[in-house]
């Protein structure tokens, strides 16, 4: 066994699902790993963070409270070993939402909208000033991984362009943001009621942000396409139920874009340093996103600091980001 391997084992050896058995799960894209662990029709969630790759479970546990005090629905922290990164979760359940909208397509509005009720619920919550803010200088210094990852090179003129834009379109950090808010991320719960429904996961880098930040990570979906008639309607859904001024919209084309210049350079990361080359093919499609989100009128001035500075992804380009 590999030193990790023997870690987890003695967890597992000297706790209540010790002759439980092992599953392993579909990784995200950190370091962190997950098991099922099985008995009869029991289940709970094995999550095994190494803290010498850089991960953490404190915080995932900080925000867990948080999300519980405010009566969201992230898994139960039946055990938990800070030291090596280990923890036994409950199991929210087997369907993300997209699994079950690959098979349940007529179902998007309804999964969108209960997501959707989530976020204008962590919208009216007081955000938490035990966390980092996205003010307009640190969502413009999340960018900075785009240059050198990306581009390979520095990018100054389209950090600056950034800060200008968040400070224009989006300069208060407000609400509670789970950061990585999408499809994958969240568990459908046909059987529960209300907020119950959705099962909420990888929120360990929660922080504040202007708010729209996880709608933007919703809608703008970098790993499954979304139906544009969907998106509107769901954007209009939130800007009535959180009544957002009439500048929301740009607010929400300025955070989708910052969050997927910042993309650009995660997923060239991954590729790069973690040999994590599938992350490569999305690549098409945050760009997508972002040319999409750069056609508002708000963000003529960016839009030209991205075409003057960051190449397109032409076929050449993300061969040598693959290798």
């Not at 803290?51 to 915080?59: I, M, P, V, Y």
Request: charged share 20%.
């Amino acid at each position: 066994m590999t030193d990790r391997a023997e870690v987890v084992g003695n967890f597992l050896a000297a706790s209540k699902w010790a002759d439980w058995r092992r599953h392993p799960l579909a990784g995200d894209a950190s370091s962190r790993r997950y098991e099922r662990l099985t008995n009869d029709a029991a289940s709970v969630i094995l999550m095994d963070a190494p803290r010498e790759n850089g991960a953490t479970t404190g915080a995932f546990a900080q925000i867990t409270a948080l999300l519980q005090n405010a009566g969201l629905c992230p898994p139960a922290i039946l055990a938990h070993d800070q030291t090596p990164g280990i923890m036994v979760l409950s199991d929210l359940g087997p369907d993300d939402f997209a699994s079950w909208l690959m098979k349940h397509p007529a179902d998007s509005l309804g999964l969108y909208r209960v997501a959707t009720d989530v976020l204008v619920h962590l919208a009216t919550l007081p955000a938490p000033d035990t966390l980092i803010a996205m003010t307009p200088k640190v969502g413009a210094q999340m960018v900075e991984i785009t240059g050198e990852f990306y581009a390979s090179d520095p990018i100054p003129d389209l950090i600056q362009e950034m800060q200008t834009a968040l400070a224009a379109l989006a300069p208060t950090p407000n609400t509670l943001s789970l950061r990585d808010f999408h499809a994958e991320n969240l568990i459908w719960r046909a059987d529960q009621q209300g907020l119950d429904r959705v099962g909420l996961l990888d929120y360990q880098d929660a922080f504040v942000a202007p708010r729209g930040y996880d709608l933007a990570s919703l809608l703008r979906d970098v790993r499954r396409d979304i139906d544009p008639a969907l998106a509107q309607e769901i954007t209009a859904y939130f800007i009535a139920k959180t009544r957002a001024g009439p500048d929301f919209v740009a607010q929400l084309a300025c955070l989708g874009a910052q969050r997927n210049l910042r993309i650009l350079g995660v997923f060239a990361r991954l590729s790069k340093v973690m040999q994590k080359k599938r992350y490569i093919d999305l690549i098409p499609r945050v760009w997508a996103h972002l040319m999409a989100d750069l056609r508002h009128p708000a963000l003529a001035r960016l839009q030209q600091a991205v075409q003057d500075t960051l190449p397109t992804p032409d076929e050449a380009l993300l061969i040598r980001l693959r290798r």
